[in-house]
């Protein structure tokens, strides 16, 4: 790419690019962050999660006996690990996908290579769980995070093909005002 082609990209884009460029490597760095934990700093950091939510829709946990915490917490930490990996991946979805749409690509090609980038991730995730003291590498995680990716992914491509659809058809009634404006003007000469 010559630097004539850079110059006359419009500043916005590339503004957009470096935001989800950022945004995709925050959110990977969060994803490594949380995975480099290991087994019980994980188990604990849920928990509290756990806590926070119950504790925000009902009232009556804090009344309940530490027994009856504890229960309620371990029935659902499963839940919400799995909820937290497909909705965290789902935002790695959003971001690259987002990212890619700033490109002139193809519906197909934005999406496999966001669904290729985001599953590639997911793997080395888990991959990397499988060093970390308690952890281990599942594939149920895996494909929990490819689905969360493909939601995220699905979504904003939906919004840009929608966007772009608006645009093509805005053109063409532009283009039919206008060829009616110029058959006016020649009609009155």
Same mark, same amino acid.
């Given at each position: 790419?010559?630097?004539?082609?850079?110059?006359?990209?419009p @500043?916005?884009?590339?503004?957009?690019r470096?935001?989800?460029a950022i945004?995709?490597?925050? &959110?990977a760095?969060?994803?490594?962050y949380? !995975?480099?934990? *290991?087994?019980?700093?994980?188990? @604990?950091?849920?928990s509290?999660?756990i806590?926070?939510?119950?504790?925000? %829709?009902?009232?009556?946990?804090k009344?309940k006996?530490?027994?009856?915490?504890? &229960?309620?917490?371990?029935s659902?930490?499963?839940?919400?690990?799995?909820?937290?990996?497909?909705c965290?991946?789902?935002?790695?979805g959003?971001?690259?996908?987002s990212?890619?749409?700033?490109?002139?690509?193809?519906?197909?090609? $934005?999406?496999?290579?966001s669904q290729?980038?985001?599953s590639?991730y997911?793997? !080395? *995730?888990?991959?990397?769980q499988?060093?970390?003291?308690?952890?281990?590498?599942?594939? $149920? *995680?895996? %494909?929990?995070?490819s689905?969360?990716c493909?939601c995220?992914? &699905?979504? &904003?491509?939906?919004?840009?093909? %929608?966007?772009?659809?608006?645009k093509?058809v805005n053109s063409?009634m532009?283009?039919?005002?206008?060829l009616?404006?110029?058959? !006016?003007?020649a *009609?009155?000469?």
């Amino acid at each position: 790419m010559t630097g004539n082609n850079l110059t006359k990209r419009p @500043k916005h884009i590339i503004c957009l690019r470096v935001l989800f460029a950022i945004l995709i490597l925050a &959110i990977a760095t969060f994803i490594f962050y949380m !995975s480099a934990q *290991d087994a019980a700093t994980s188990s @604990k950091t849920s928990s509290g999660v756990i806590v926070k939510i119950i504790s925000a %829709l009902d009232n009556s946990y804090k009344f309940k006996s530490p027994q009856e915490q504890k &229960i309620l917490i371990r029935s659902l930490q499963k839940i919400v690990r799995k909820s937290a990996h497909f909705c965290i991946y789902g935002l790695l979805g959003v971001f690259s996908a987002s990212f890619l749409a700033t490109f002139k690509l193809r519906f197909v090609g $934005r999406f496999l290579i966001s669904q290729g980038f985001c599953s590639l991730y997911a793997v !080395s *995730d888990e991959l990397h769980q499988r060093f970390v003291a308690g952890r281990n590498c599942e594939v $149920r *995680d895996m %494909l929990i995070d490819s689905g969360g990716c493909f939601c995220g992914i &699905i979504v &904003i491509l939906f919004f840009v093909y %929608l966007t772009e659809r608006r645009k093509e058809v805005n053109s063409v009634m532009r283009k039919k005002e206008l060829l009616k404006q110029n058959q !006016s003007l020649a *009609d009155k000469l």
